[in-house]
């Protein structure tokens, strides 16, 4: 019995705290059987974007900068799986997407009012159709941008009523900033994992680290999309960075706090992105996506509405900040 108790003491330690003490990680309950581990991320630069020698670079992902965090934040070990969702909305995502498939709302997309279900091109009677496995340790996906600022809205009101919250920060997502300063976590290369080098489908520096198209549907079991069948996995299953994230390349795609938009080349510090747009910034790469989505510098932009099974989120505590502020 001492035995055990030695080889978890330091566990127990590091999530000891029941609020949330700047330096350390810590664990976030959601619910008397829910908790999620968030992760110390310390004030820091970093050169954000990729290099125009890094193969499959796009080119709004440069010209790379120089980027300063003047405040260190916390972030989710893994995305939000669909337990914790459930903690905290109290909604299945079976019943998400039947109200999705329901849903007749006209909503704003790509500067048209448009039904969501017809923008994607889901049909409204099989819900099977679209979804892949729904046990409580797969990310959640169907996520809006929208419903997931609901979640962190939510949590902030709620650890703010209880006292628990530390002055200046609230629950967010990550801006995109601090979600590539993580993800590289100090890391130059084109993935935390290495240099990217794509043979066909595959990438062998991203088969420890990363869900992506060429292994997703490796050993994959219960319903699934694509041929051959695949989907998202239970979080947490990858290596993790130097910092102790996983999943941050491939699994889901995570939306960023950010509107989509151009980089300049200045220096700039705690950017926030512009301060309007049509898309909002995701990051990472999702199972069905190619090796090149899983580098630490690509983006996706999405429309704040849209949902899907490639789609989930990342929780972060961070410092309050506001355009124009």
Known sequence: MQRILHFFLPVLILFADPHPV??????????????????????????????????????????????TLTKGFWMGRTEVTI??????????????????????????????KQILREFMHFKRDDPDRIMAGESDSLPMYFVSWNEAIDFCNKLTQHERSAGRLPAGYEYNLPTEAQWEFACRAGTTTASFGGPV????????????????????????????????????????????????????AGNLWEWCRDWYGPYTGRSLTNPLGPASGM???????????????????????????????????????????????
């Open 22 to 67: 700047p330096g350390k990680s810590w664990r976030l309950h959601l619910s008397d059987s829910t908790t999620l581990e968030m992760l110390w991320v310390e004030k820091g630069s970093f050169l954000m974007g990729s290099p125009l020698s890094e193969p499959g670079r796009k080119e709004d992902e440069g010209p790379q900068r120089t980027v």
């Open 279 to 325: 898309d909002r910034v995701n990051r990472g790469g999702s199972w069905g996506s190619g090796a090149g989505d899983s580098r630490s510098a690509n983006r996706a932009k999405n429309p704040p509405a849209e949902m899907s099974a490639y789609r989930g989120f990342r929780l972060a505590l961070c410092p309050v900040q506001r355009h124009g502020s």
């Open 197 to 248: 080098t794509i043979i066909g489908k595959d990438a062998p520096v991203l088969d420890s680290v990363a869900w992506y198209v060429g292994n997703s549907a490796i050993g994959y079991s219960g319903r699934g999309l694509g041929v051959p069948p695949a989907g998202p996995r239970a979080s947490g299953e990858k290596l993790p960075n130097a910092w102790g994230f996983q999943d941050m």
């Open 83 to 112: 337990g914790q969702w459930k903690a905290v909305m109290h909604t299945t995502l079976r019943e998400k997407v039947i109200n999705l498939l329901n849903d007749t709302t006209l909503v704003d997309i790509e500067g048209k």
